[in-house]
T-cell receptor
Framework: NAGVTQTPKFQVLKTGQSMTLQCAQD?????MSWYRQDPGMGLRLIHY???????DQGEVPNGYNVSRSTTEDFPLRLLSAAPSQTSVYFC?????????????FGPGTRLTVL | DAKTTQPNSMESNEEEPVHLPCNHS???????IHWYRQLPSQGPEYVIH???SNVNNRMASLAIAEDRKSSTLILHRATLRDAAVYYC??????????FGAGTRLTVKP
């Protein structure tokens, strides 16, 4: 099993550009989520999904879109990048969504917006 | 509102036990206590979780106070590879892991 994979590892964008961060898991997990981590801070939840076709907002959803067309993939789209979105982005997945379950995190995507 | 309180940093010597404290005075009866850690430049990884009883696994032990208002993560013999930020978390509904700043553990050789 590859676990949770994220691409790209690094990305530099200009203000106003759009892009999609990719996340995939091969563990047949129902629950997937996206977090951002700013320097010296903990992780904050952006969006999450409890299964294919179902998504919902987390703590800091503004400026981001998600969709979940398959169990395996959960891409995060930045619609119009802003310097405030400079951060490290982590994708996570877990088997269950109804109760707190062990989450598996990807290696992260480091995004810089100029 | 922070649901957990942890010291910002702690130091340990290699091969010695480490006790990482966490206060969660507003914990409810159904809240599980989860611990994750984040090694430098990596994503968080699961360490251990528990509800009421003390828990052990190959990585660590979790000691939960009788009133459940505090817990302690115990690393029995710290190694240099254990240097990381340790997060104590009470997940919200829908598996929302509210990560605070955590405790940065430094292990000295």
């Amino acid at each position: 099993n590859a676990g949770v994979t994220q691409t790209p590892k690094f990305q530099v964008l200009k203000t106003g550009q759009s892009m999609t961060l990719q996340c995939a898991q091969d563990m047949n997990h129902e629950y997937m989520s996206w977090y951002r981590q700013d320097p010296g801070m903990g992780l904050r939840l952006i969006h999450y999904s409890v299964g294919a076709g179902i998504t919902d907002q987390g703590e800091v959803p503004n400026g981001y879109n998600v969709s979940r067309s398959t169990t395996e993939d959960f891409p995060l789209r930045l619609l119009s990048a802003a310097p405030s979105q400079t951060s490290v982005y982590f994708c996570a997945s877990s088997y269950a969504s109804g109760v707190p379950d062990t989450q598996y995190f990807g290696p992260g995507t480091r995004l810089t917006v100029l | 509102d922070a649901k957990t309180t942890q010291p910002n940093s702690m130091e340990s010597n290699e091969e010695e036990p480490v006790h990482l404290p966490c206060n969660h005075s507003t914990i409810s009866g159904t809240d599980y206590i989860h611990w994750y850690r984040q090694l430098p430049s990596q994503g968080p990884e699961y360490v251990i979780h528990g509800l009421t009883s003390n828990v052990n696994n190959r990585m660590a032990s979790l000691a939960i106070a009788e009133d459940r208002k505090s817990s302690t993560l115990i690393l029995h013999r710290a190694t240099l590879r254990d240097a990381a930020v340790y997060y104590c978390i009470l997940p919200e509904g829908n598996n929302d892991m509210r990560f605070g700043a955590g405790t940065r553990l430094t292990v000295k050789p």
